[in-house]
């Protein structure tokens, strides 16, 4: 019976130890240089900004361990911007398990239809969601349309810290978007169909 007890005793001590050691891998921290995630292979920032903007994304990155990387081409060299985004996250995923964001831009994109793409994968698409999505578009996407790559990298920056933090504290970004600015108070009318209509958009936003 003592002997018994003494395995037990053993087989309880090595778990607790090997949960121990399973605690202490997780709880290790990615770590990242400016030069990881600052990709500026277009040349569209000075080496002085890429540092600054890269530091920011290392800072971001750790503190909430998830990737956050900007990567520039001067021409698309995969099949579309949304492959390369998607792509360029995947090889973060070693270092970063918890995944993160990535912004890809090109400046001559081809046949694509787009010349730039974000992309999220495992929590990161967790803390930045298809509202969460559409926020950091429109505070990004103007700057990138007047070609000012400086303040579009620390808005996406500044905007995608705001929505980690809002994950970090259990409120991911939840706002319903409002009615488009195009559609008139004329053009809401109540009708069978419409109510269909609204009913099956309101579906779709608490998906």
Same mark, same amino acid.
């Given at each position: 019976?003592?002997?018994?007890?003494g395995i037990k005793k053993r087989?309880?001590?090595?778990?607790?130890?090997? +949960?121990? #050691?399973m605690i202490t891998m997780v709880?290790?921290?990615?770590?990242?240089?400016?030069?990881?995630?600052?990709?500026?292979?277009?040349?569209?920032?000075?080496?002085?900004?890429?540092?600054?903007?890269?530091?920011?994304?290392?800072?971001?990155?750790?503190?909430?361990?998830?990737?956050?990387?900007?990567?520039?081409?001067?021409?698309?060299?995969?099949?579309?911007?949304?492959?390369?985004?998607?792509? #360029?996250?995947?090889?973060?995923?070693?270092?970063?398990?918890?995944?993160? #964001?990535?912004?890809?831009?090109?400046?001559?994109?081809?046949?694509s239809e787009r010349r730039y793409?974000?992309?999220?994968?495992?929590?990161?698409?967790?803390?930045?969601?298809?509202?969460?999505?559409?926020?950091?578009?429109?505070?990004?996407?103007?700057?990138?349309?007047?070609?000012? +790559?400086?303040?579009?990298?620390?808005?996406?920056?500044?905007?995608?810290?705001?929505?980690?933090?809002?994950?970090?504290?259990?409120?991911?970004?939840?706002?319903?978007?409002?009615?488009?600015?195009?559609?008139?108070?004329?053009?809401?009318?109540?009708?069978?169909?419409?109510?269909?209509? #609204?009913?099956?958009?309101?579906?779709?936003?608490?998906?």
């Amino acid at each position: 019976m003592n002997r018994l007890l003494g395995i037990k005793k053993r087989c309880v001590a090595g778990l607790a130890a090997l +949960f121990v #050691i399973m605690i202490t891998m997780v709880s290790v921290n990615a770590s990242y240089e400016w030069c990881e995630l600052m990709l500026d292979d277009a040349g569209v920032v000075t080496e002085e900004e890429a540092v600054e903007i890269g530091n920011r994304l290392s800072e971001i990155s750790e503190r909430y361990q998830m990737a956050v990387v900007i990567k520039t081409e001067p021409y698309l060299s995969g099949e579309s911007p949304e492959q390369m985004a998607d792509d #360029i996250l995947d090889s973060y995923l070693d270092e970063s398990p918890f995944g993160g #964001i990535s912004l890809y831009i090109c400046l001559d994109n081809g046949n694509s239809e787009r010349r730039y793409h974000f992309s999220t994968v495992r929590d990161g698409r967790l803390a930045i969601n298809d509202r969460g999505l559409s926020y950091l578009e429109d505070r990004v996407v103007p700057y990138l349309r007047d070609s000012d +790559f400086v303040g579009a990298f620390n808005e996406f920056a500044d905007a995608t810290e705001e929505l980690y933090e809002l994950y970090e504290n259990g409120e991911p970004y939840n706002k319903i978007p409002p009615v488009p600015p195009w559609v008139s108070p004329d053009e809401l009318v109540w009708s069978p169909e419409s109510s269909f209509a #609204i009913a099956v958009w309101v579906t779709t936003l608490y998906k």
